[in-house]
Nanobody, 124 residues
């Protein structure tokens, strides 16, 4: 059972930055991928960004392209989400997840394990 622990959420003003971290308790079977999703109140969980551990594939939702960057530290089994130029519409609970069995990285059902979520609030 892989455990994922997120950190780095908080309250930030529009235009500000935050970096989320997600540490995995152990190495998962490779090849695998890790992703970030978010869920705002009353909305479905949506894809934000994902990366294959081989780093051969990285992708972002259109709404965050150019503002968010996903990266990994393989030695620490950790994935990061650097979020810049934050907007009020980025406010949500952010979840990291890991999967290994799907060709897609874009849907919640592509992932096997989830973190507990961390709140990001963008407000003046």
């Amino acid at each position: 059972q892989v455990q994922l622990v997120e950190s780095g959420g908080g309250v930030v003003q529009p235009g500000g930055s935050l970096r989320l971290s997600c540490a995995a308790s152990e190495r998962t079977l490779r090849p695998y991928y890790m992703g970030w999703f978010r869920q705002a109140p009353g909305k479905e969980r949506e894809f934000v960004a994902a990366i294959r551990w081989s780093r051969a594939s990285v992708d972002y939702a259109d709404s965050v392209k150019g503002r968010f960057t996903i990266s990994t530290d393989t030695a620490k089994n950790t994935v990061y989400l650097q979020m810049n130029s934050l907007k009020p519409e980025d406010t949500a609970v952010y979840y990291c997840a890991v999967g290994s069995a799907s060709a897609s990285m874009y849907y919640p059902h592509d992932y096997d394990y989830w973190g507990q979520g961390t709140q990001v609030t963008v407000s003046s």
